[in-house]
């Protein structure tokens, strides 16, 4: 329905609330919480809240409300924008939120995995036709797969860190290499209970509030009536976006806090749909002697349809150029010819191995057609364990490299429109080229989305990374494409002409982002949740 007005849900009472939750100002525990995978910001916090239940994150935000003292949420700590990492004030870390409070009469699953007790409900929705599951935000996106895999249903989305927590992944909508297929987080959820800035709880089920004319009203027991109004931005037309707030015309409410990296309010229950996991799923490495012939390949099978086999998709198109092959190499290079100059990854899912061997007979002579030297396939056990350790070479290769020369990669997350690829693929090698510093370029090909890893190997090295590295954002602005495609944008700052620029500020300028900062403060008056995200906090001075 349309909606003018939203009112705030009561707080739902949980067996664990009588527990009361830890809290801790021990500076080496406090340590811990004060980086992510990226290591690009050091935060500072007085100390770290561990809620339980909706009922503690209710009351941690409400007096943090009215003391005016800030709150950042912490997941799992494996982002790579700085997102989870305090800027003062408290950390709310959500490792202990792993059961769900509205549990109901059945269908619920008790699940202990590594010292924790986990609580989750799933369920059949007859009227959708659809199977889902109602999951806390502390649960790992590993361990929510491993209790769905003994009931052969699948969450779809596939970001590569599976120790990554729920509430992280629908914080920052993330993907991974099935989102070709199967599409990003924001598609997968139904609902959403929300704890918002004041402390009060939201309950948003997807398709029941939808805002028009992008103005919409929240009744708050504390505030009174607060008037939203979503500015009129140009989101690009990207098949992956986390860059920023998601705002359309005629947009689903709970659109709105898929992607906020935390800034609009504390996931505490999250909704979402299940699909048939499926039989088989059989990875395939191409190996190519020409870069041009493996991205003509990805064309054609971007267009490629099954004509003799039905239920067999391309859930995956990854790349690997010629300098990620060199890193493969170091650990695998008995199984790849000495004159492979770039590799295409492949997965396929199909319902028995007859009907996937079809299958690649079918698209046998497009990989023939574009010369490719070697595939490596099988639905053996242990190739498919290979072929994951595979494909991790790389990133643990990179990792070490860095390591070794004591320096840091600079990473991107660009993706441009299907149009604009070609000409940002050029620019990633001109780039590369330019600064001298060694990379490598892999990626989302199916999506348009390569990540561009520089390697400095010193202090200099990294400076001209870091100039590339705003090139390359720039150039990817200029073609209509997003800062960020998967790992939302947190902290993260390039250099311009000389000075430090907000990542979001490349797509939609100061002004975009101060109509940005008064959607965050109609949400956040106070301006007490993970203050830094999305929009700097010079922006929300004086508003």
């Known amino acids: 329905m349309a909606i003018n007005t939203i009112y705030v849900t009561s707080v ?24 992510d995978e990226s290591s690009i910001i050091k935060g500072y916090a007085d100390s770290v809240y ?19 003292v800030r709150v950042t949420v912490s997941g799992g700590g494996t982002g790579i924008t700085g997102s989870r990492v305090p800027l003062g004030g408290v950390v709310v870390s959500t490792e202990y939120m792993t059961q769900i409070s509205t549990i109901g009469e059945d269908n619920w699953i008790e699940y202990r995995e590594g010292g924790y007790t986990y609580v989750i409900k799933i369920g059949w929705d007859e009227e959708e036709n659809t199977y889902y599951a109602v999951a806390p935000p502390g649960i790992t996106l590993q361990t929510l797969d491993n209790i769905l895999a003994t009931r052969k249903l699948l969450y779809p989305p596939d970001p590569t860190e599976k120790m990554a927590f729920l509430g992280g992944t629908v914080a920052t909508n993330a993907s991974g290499s099935r989102s070709y297929y199967y599409g990003s987080t924001r598609e997968y959820i139904r609902r959403l209970r929300i704890v918002l800035p004041t402390g009060e709880t ?16 929240i009744e708050s027991k504390i505030y009174g009536s607060i008037e939203i109004k979503l500015p009129k931005l140009k989101i690009p037309n990207v098949r992956k976006n986390a860059a920023g707030y998601y705002i359309k015309d005629n947009m689903d409410l709970i659109d709105l806090f898929i992607g906020s990296e935390g800034t609009l309010g504390v996931f505490t229950e999250i909704e979402v749909r299940l699909i048939p996991r499926p039989n088989i799923v059989i990875p395939l490495y191409i190996m190519f002697q020409s870069n041009e012939d493996s991205i003509d390949f990805v064309r054609e099978m971007r267009m490629f349809e099954f004509k003799n086999v039905s239920n067999v998709h391309v859930l995956s198109l990854e790349y690997y150029d010629r300098y990620s092959v060199d890193f493969i190499r170091l650990r695998y290079g008995s199984i790849i010819p000495d004159d492979t100059s770039s590799i295409i990854y492949m997965e396929m899912d199909g ?76 620019y990633y090698r001109i780039i590369g080229d330019e600064t001298g510093v060694q990379y490598v370029l892999f990626g989302h090909i199916g999506d348009n989305h390569l990540h561009f890893n520089f390697l400095p190997r010193d202090d200099n090295e990294l400076k001209k990374a870091y100039t590339g590295y705003s090139k390359l954002l720039l150039k990817a602005v200029e073609l209509g494409g997003t800062v960020s495609a998967e790992h939302g944008v947190g902290k993260k700052k390039c ?44 922006y929300l001075e004086g508003i």
């Not at 561990?50 to 005016?68: C, F, G, Q, S």
């Open 12 to 35: 739902k009472k949980h067996q664990m609330d009588e527990i009361g939750f830890k809290i801790s100002d021990d500076k080496d525990i406090i340590e811990k919480y004060l980086t």
């Open 50 to 68: 561990y809620p339980y239940t909706e009922a503690h994150v209710n009351k941690i935000v409400r007096d943090a409300n009215e003391n005016k």
């Open 202 to 217: 939201l309950d948003i089920k997807r398709g029941e509030y939808i805002i028009r004319n992008r103005v919409f009203r």
């Open 351 to 426: 319902d028995d191995e007859e009907i996937l061997i079809e299958a690649l007979q079918e698209i046998d002579d497009i990989i023939d057609y574009y010369r490719s030297n070697k595939v490596l396939a099988s639905f053996d056990v242990d190739w498919i364990k290979l072929s994951s350790e595979i494909r991790h070479a790389l990133p643990t290769g990179v990792n070490e490299f860095v390591r070794r020369h004591g320096t840091r990669k600079v990473a991107t997350d660009i993706a441009v429109p299907d149009e604009s690829f070609d000409e940002m693929l050029e």
């Open 495 to 538: 250099i311009v002409d000389g000075d430090e620029v907000p990542l979001l500020e490349l797509m939609y300028g100061k002004d975009g982002l101060i109509e940005l900062a008064k959607l965050k403060h109609s949400f956040d008056p106070n301006h007490i949740l993970n203050i830094g995200n999305i929009i700097p906090e010079d």
